[in-house]
């Protein structure tokens, strides 16, 4: 059979055959069903002005969890910032809203939020423009109040992406960390008011998940990722490192997440389900979650079907004892909190786990239908924004024809 034989131009290819339209966003094919009573009329050479309606966007669907770590914090306001493919969303649970900042030019890898739990820093990869020009990856500074952007850092430093950002937290916040994708993944230090780089030093030819200060000392760094952990020291305008020592205890595969408890001690979980507890300042040796005298209540967190990539207290939680923190967590497969059974029960806001390829709204009745990589198909609600249904399948899908 013919494939795409009645009509191409440079860049766009239309098929009667399958009621289809082939066009290339930023180099990447994007295959278009075209609906049933449309496709035996429609032609190419049509032209027709622009609509005099802007949209607008009101809702983001998704969390990415599949590839980012550390990346659900809690605001003041209520919301929880988050980011998926290059916005940044902030969602309040209790009013069903969203805002969204929306600087970046491509996929956003991570964020942090300042102490003064305004001010937000999100870092991009790489990307490219519509007519094929690099885009540099780089950090952004923006407020959450007002959704504006106040600077932007590394432009032509960093290399493929920035994966890691962290605020300093004890000296009122001045400093930032941030570790890109390049084959050493290098570890910077920023005076971000300034958009002035401090330092930088080799992290890990490994990847690097997490980045950031000590709580109680502007000096001490952390950087983890896959089965490793440094403890860094900033002096003298430079960076040294400590490697942490499992020793008796098994290498995990991936540190995956990094909180502190009120004595300054660290606490990581890895992607097997482990908590360990660190010495400030990083000894040599880890003491298995829950071991006798090094911090009582702290156990072997389990998440049923997927690892655990952040812990999340709320603002104001003083409590340190997992089974009695109430906590928002994400995972690969989303976002969710505690609920009202246990407090380790968690009850997630589903989506999909990898790349979305098709979408379908339905002629009538406010939903549409989404399909992916993951081999989930989801049937949505865009009035409660909630999936109604959903269906695992065979293969992963790349697309639909409307109904």
Known sequence: ???????????VIFSVEDGSVKMFLRGRPVLMLIPDDLAPTYSLDTRSE??????????VYGYRGRDCRANLHLLPTGEIVYFVASVAVLYSVEDQRQRH?????DDIKCLAVHPDMVTIATGQVAGTTKEGKLLPPH??????VSLSTLHVLGLGVFDRAVCCVGFSKSNGGSLLCAVDESNDHMLSVWDWAKEAKVVDSKCSNEAVLVATFHPTDPSL???????HIYFWTLEGGSLSKRQGLFEKHEKPKYVLCVTFLEGGDVVTGDS???LYVWGKGGPSQAHGAGAPGVCPGWV??????????????PVGQRESHLDRVSCWAGTRRGYGRPGSQSPCALSFLQGHVEELWGLATHPTRAQFVTCGQDKLVHLWSSESHQPLWSRLIEMAAAGHRDP
């Open 139 to 144: 950090v952004r500074i923006w407020d959450s």
């Open 101 to 105: 900042y929306l600087g970046h030019n």
């Open 272 to 274: 097997g389900g482990n």
């Open 1 to 11: 059979s013919a494939s795409f034989p009645d009509s191409k131009t440079k860049e």
């Open 300 to 313: 072997q967190l389990e998440v049923p079907g997927s690892e655990l990539h952040s812990l999340l207290p």
């Open 50 to 59: 622009l609509p005099p309606c802007r949209f607008k966007l009101d809702w």
């Open 221 to 227: 760094l952390i950087t983890c990722g896959k089965s």
